[in-house]
């Protein structure tokens, strides 16, 4: 079997969804976009179990899976998704003297993700997760064509 492509050009993808953070949330750095995605990706773990993360994992591109189990501390009852405002405050509370993570953090993020997975395993993970997950991914306004896998 040939190696992944996430795997064999991680740091190409990587440096890509980096890119479109900055450039979507309007920040500057890489620190500030690593900071909002990983505060997006802990709101949104929080809410899984540890299987239904490790599925959740398993789909996404190798460099944002390694953000999205780092430090995971598995919640016994997950909590329900609630309205997105809420959700977008508490991935502003992640590292809350060095985050300038945007309201816009969620779909950004989202924005950001969608065009480095593959479609069907995405939605096929989504469908099995609890009520909420599949809405949380959702890039409202933006044409579906923008969020297609990418070839580099």
């Not at 997006?40 to 190798?62: E, I, M």
């Not at 430090?71 to 997105?84: A, D, L, Y």
Request: with cysteine.
């Amino acid at each position: 079997m040939p190696m992944p492509w996430t795997y064999r050009h991680a740091e190409k993808e990587w440096r890509a969804i980096l890119d479109d953070l900055k450039e979507h949330m309007g920040l500057e750095s890489d620190n500030m976009a690593y900071t909002a995605l990983d505060g997006v990706l802990q709101v949104f773990r929080r809410r899984l179990t540890a299987q239904q993360g490790l599925d959740f994992a398993s789909v996404l591109p190798c460099v944002v899976r390694a953000v999205f189990v780092a430090g995971w501390q598995v919640e016994e009852t997950p909590p329900p998704f609630g309205p997105r405002a809420g959700l977008v405050r508490e991935a502003q509370a992640v590292r809350r003297h060095h985050n300038l993570t945007p309201d816009n953090a969620i779909e950004a993020v989202a924005r950001a993700i969608r065009p480095h997975v593959n479609p069907a395993d995405f939605a096929r993970v989504l469908q099995r997760l609890p009520e909420g997950a599949a809405a949380f991914w959702e890039v409202p306004g933006v044409p579906e064509a923008d969020l297609r896998p990418r070839i580099y």
